[in-house]
């Protein structure tokens, strides 16, 4: 509260609380805005290709977290592998319906309806995080704290360099040109892929760009 309002100083208090109505309102706007999506959605759930295709990286224990997880693809198949996961998305919708699925399939999920841009993960608390086709700049340093020293981050998501109109069409929901590189630059690098329109479009990975790091120290 002492921040608040230093941070107010020199405006009214009340420019101060309009803020934080505002970022309010967002937030609400935002959770139906993804809500209503998932109610009227008929597709299946899948697994980030980035985390399907490096298994193998993955410590066969710890705990994991899948931010922005929707109906949770990437934290069934981290459960699936041993880890003990955290599921944490703004809409209550697709975190409800995961969570039933976690029950049924008996698997250690534990799911939360969380604003990851108001709250995002405490320090050095996850051996692995997933991030799939959700992209908030402003909270890579906290994910980057997040890991534990040794942990990893998967992260897969839309490009501004696209062949198809999949995806965000809002740019700033999608990733410059090796973005990913530069906002986890302070990771060990062990797996990256963006193909942008090079070669033959109709074949590899278009759209989209893919991130493993490891947090040494
Ligand atoms: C395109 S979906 C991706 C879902 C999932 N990661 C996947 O790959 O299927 C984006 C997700 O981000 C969630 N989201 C958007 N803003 C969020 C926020 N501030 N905090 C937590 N989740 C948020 C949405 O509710 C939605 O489930």
Redesign the pocket.
């Known amino acids: 509260m002492e921040n608040f309002y230093r941070l107010t100083k020199g405006n009214t208090v009340r420019t101060g609380v309009t803020l934080r109505i505002d970022a309010k309102t967002s937030?609400m706007r935002?959770?139906a805005k993804?809500n209503e999506r998932?109610r009227t959605a008929t597709g299946k759930r899948?697994a980030?290709l980035v985390l399907k295709e490096n298994l193998h990286l993955l410590p066969d224990h710890g705990h994991a977290l899948?931010l922005?997880?929707?109906?949770g693809?990437?934290a069934i198949l981290l459960a699936q592998q041993g880890l003990k996961v955290e599921a944490?998305?703004?809409?209550d919708v697709?975190v409800a319906a995961l969570q039933d699925l976690a029950l049924k399939r008996q698997l250690s999920i534990q799911t939360e309806v969380?604003?990851?841009?108001?709250h995002p993960p405490e320090a050095e608390t996850f051996d692995v995080i997933v991030?799939?086709?959700?992209l908030?700049r402003d909270i890579t340093p906290a994910l980057v704290a997040a890991l534990k020293t040794g942990g990893l981050i998967y992260y897969q998501t839309f490009t501004r360099q696209r062949v198809s109109d999949r995806g965000p069409q809002r740019e700033e929901f999608r990733l410059v040109e090796q973005e990913l590189l530069h906002l986890f630059s302070g990771l060990q690098l062990l797996f990256y892929r963006e193909e942008g329109r090079i070669g033959d479009i109709h074949n590899g990975l278009r759209d989209e760009a893919m991130f493993i790091g490891r947090k040494k120290t």
């Open positions: 937030s935002i959770k993804w998932y899948r980030s899948d922005a997880c929707g109906l693809a990437n944490w998305d703004i809409a697709p969380r604003d990851v841009e108001a991030v799939s086709y959700f908030n």
